[in-house]
């Protein structure tokens, strides 16, 4: 690449904004982006970079008690494209931040096509490069060849297809005065398990709500086959009134110390991060529609108060196992001239692809400055969703994940519900200042 110090592939949020970031430090990009060139993605629309796929939400901006609104405020400190363009083309939203989706991709196209470090060429990219430094930010739906390469370069199992994902529920919401901690047989710890017994009648009235509860309906391009161990719970219990209860929720094995006896059904929930703040419910993978599956999961014994970290969904897509993959840098442990950012990685969303993005496209600056920069502390929420890509989540259920407060370090001793989030956005904010400051 004569001429360039660093090649970006894939213009979407994550590309654009690490482009914006090396351009402003003084390197020269080349940005390959395949729209515009004849190809399209099955999602996009348009040719523009950045365009928005589906909402023009960037979601909360309350950066005191919202853990993406805590990410926008990081984002602005440092100097993000996507956010001052969001900030530009913002639309009434309450308090969120939503944007006018033409004014936002034509603002962040043309400040990137305006800048004389960026070089936006359209082409669509078949090979990983195998020298040269590089930042692969293509995105859920990376165009096939190039998602073959990757595969090759980092093991046959390593970019998974996603199907379907389960809910994930925030620990401190659980009622552990009906739930409680259990393995089946009492297996590992005898306590890895988090159980929420139901009753036959309970039973009963959920397996109806599964079957009257309504579906998201998807687009041709998703209509992907299910895979039989992945199996949306909606469609187990269209086979029959117990196949759950032979499946994901059966009873065997756990003694609810209630009753002294295995319960009617069970619904399981698995640790999800490292400090336990996180947690999956084991086999709910689901298409119901979210306000159904927050309605239909709050009648479960003990989730009664459930705070979703993240809801089930089915649709297509392809990320990294991340967490083994790429180093704290976002580096491939073994191609380090390649970086990946984005969607890619396992983070989910368009603010989380973009603060990704800039973080590539920073720690890709200090290198060819021949310096290092330290990662964000994990108290930011910069720094939280770095680590749970770079090492923190758990590999075997490793899926895309949106930034919230159960990624950050717990907050310590008793403390009111109502003060937690702001004791995390107040440490988040000192964290940060004392970074920038270093
Ligand atoms: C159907 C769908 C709906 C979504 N809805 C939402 C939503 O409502 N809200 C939300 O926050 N997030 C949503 N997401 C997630 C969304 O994709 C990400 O948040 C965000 O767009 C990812 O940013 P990215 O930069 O990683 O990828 P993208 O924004 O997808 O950008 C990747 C870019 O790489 C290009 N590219 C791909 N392969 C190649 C190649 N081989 N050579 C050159 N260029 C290539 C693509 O054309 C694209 O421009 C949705 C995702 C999908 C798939």
């Given at each position: 690449?004569?001429?360039?110090?660093?090649?970006?592939?894939?213009?979407?949020?994550?590309?654009?904004?690490?482009?914006?970031?090396?351009?402003?430090?003084?390197?020269?990009?080349?940005?390959?982006?395949?729209?515009?060139?004849?190809?399209?993605?099955?999602?996009?629309?348009?040719?523009?970079?950045?365009?928005?796929?589906?909402?023009?939400?960037?979601?909360?901006?309350?950066?005191?008690?919202?853990?993406?609104?805590?990410?926008?405020?990081?984002?602005?400190?440092?100097?993000?494209?996507?956010?001052?363009?969001?900030?530009?083309?913002?639309?009434?939203?309450g308090s969120a931040l939503a944007v006018d989706r033409d004014g936002f991709a034509e603002g962040v196209t043309a400040a990137l096509e305006q800048h004389p470090?960026?070089?936006?060429?359209?082409?669509?990219?078949?090979?990983?490069?195998?020298?040269?430094?590089?930042?692969?930010?293509?995105?859920?739906?990376?165009?096939?060849?190039?998602?073959?390469?990757?595969?090759?370069?980092?093991?046959?199992?390593?970019?998974?297809?996603?199907?379907?994902?389960?809910?994930?529920?925030?620990?401190?919401?659980?009622?552990?005065?009906?739930?409680?901690?259990?393995?089946?047989?009492?297996?590992?710890?005898?306590?890895?398990?988090?159980?929420?017994?139901?009753?036959?009648?309970?039973?009963?009235?959920?397996?109806?709500?599964?079957?009257?509860?309504?579906?998201?309906?998807?687009?041709?391009?998703?209509?992907?086959?299910?895979?039989?161990?992945?199996?949306?719970?909606?469609?187990?219990?269209?086979?029959?009134?117990?196949?759950?209860?032979?499946?994901?929720?059966?009873?065997?094995?756990?003694?609810?110390?209630?009753?002294?006896?295995?319960?009617?059904?069970?619904?399981?929930?698995?640790?999800?991060?490292?400090?336990?703040?996180?947690?999956?419910?084991?086999?709910?993978?689901?298409?119901?529609?979210?306000?159904?599956?927050?309605?239909?999961?709050?009648?479960?014994?003990?989730?009664?108060?459930?705070?979703?970290?993240?809801?089930?969904?089915?649709?297509?897509?392809?990320?990294?196992?991340?967490?083994?993959?790429?180093?704290?840098?976002?580096?491939?442990?073994?191609?380090?001239?390649?970086?990946?950012?984005?969607?890619?990685?396992?983070?989910?969303?368009?603010?989380?692809?973009?603060?990704?993005?800039?973080?590539?496209?920073?720690?890709?600056?200090?290198?060819?400055?021949?310096?290092?920069?330290?990662?964000?502390?994990?108290?930011?929420?910069?720094?939280?969703?770095?680590?749970?890509?770079?090492?923190?989540?758990?590999?075997?259920?490793?899926?895309?994940?949106?930034?919230?407060?159960?990624?950050?370090?717990?907050?310590?001793?008793?403390?009111?519900?109502?003060?937690?989030?702001?004791?995390?956005?107040?440490?988040?904010?000192?964290?940060?200042?004392?970074?920038?400051?270093?």
């Amino acid at each position: 690449m004569p001429g360039h110090d660093i090649h970006i592939i894939g213009g979407g949020l994550a590309g654009s904004e690490a482009a914006w970031q090396l351009a402003q430090a003084g390197y020269k990009v080349r940005l390959s982006e395949m729209r515009g060139s004849g190809e399209m993605t099955p999602a996009h629309q348009s040719d523009r970079l950045a365009e928005l796929v589906c909402s023009n939400s960037f979601r909360s901006d309350d950066a005191d008690s919202n853990a993406v609104g805590l990410l926008h405020q990081e984002m602005r400190a440092l100097g993000s494209l996507i956010l001052t363009q969001g900030d530009i083309h913002k639309v009434p939203a309450g308090s969120a931040l939503a944007v006018d989706r033409d004014g936002f991709a034509e603002g962040v196209t043309a400040a990137l096509e305006q800048h004389p470090n960026i070089t936006i060429v359209r082409e669509r990219v078949d090979t990983l490069p195998a020298e040269g430094r590089t930042i692969v930010a293509t995105g859920p739906l990376t165009a096939p060849m190039l998602a073959e390469s990757i595969g090759r370069a980092t093991g046959k199992d390593s970019l998974a297809f996603f199907d379907a994902i389960a809910p994930i529920v925030h620990r401190e919401s659980i009622d552990m005065e009906t739930a409680w901690f259990q393995s089946r047989w009492n297996k590992g710890s005898g306590k890895d398990y988090i159980n929420c017994p139901l009753s036959k009648k309970q039973y009963l009235e959920f397996h109806a709500g599964l079957m009257a509860g309504e579906k998201t309906e998807f687009r041709e391009w998703e209509n992907v086959p299910y895979f039989e161990g992945c199996m949306p719970i909606e469609v187990m219990a269209e086979r029959g009134v117990d196949t759950l209860r032979y499946g994901p929720m059966k009873g065997v094995g756990l003694d609810d110390p209630r009753t002294g006896r295995w319960p009617y059904a069970v619904v399981q929930l698995r640790q999800d991060n490292a400090s336990g703040t996180l947690w999956n419910m084991v086999g709910f993978q689901t298409k119901l529609k979210y306000a159904e599956q927050v309605r239909l999961f709050r009648t479960i014994p003990g989730l009664e108060n459930a705070e979703f970290a993240r809801l089930g969904g089915l649709h297509r897509n392809t990320f990294l196992r991340s967490p083994e993959l790429l180093d704290g840098t976002l580096r491939l442990k073994s191609a380090p001239n390649i970086r990946f950012a984005g969607q890619i990685t396992g983070c989910e969303g368009y603010v989380e692809s973009a603060a990704i993005g800039m973080l590539a496209g920073r720690f890709a600056a200090a290198e060819l400055a021949g310096t290092d920069l330290p990662a964000p502390p994990r108290e930011t929420a910069l720094g939280a969703l770095l680590s749970h890509i770079t090492g923190e989540a758990e590999i075997e259920t490793y899926q895309p994940m949106n930034v919230n407060f159960g990624l950050f370090p717990p907050i310590e001793g008793r403390t009111k519900k109502a003060d937690r989030k702001r004791m995390y956005t107040d440490r988040a904010r000192a964290a940060l200042k004392d970074w920038l400051a270093a």
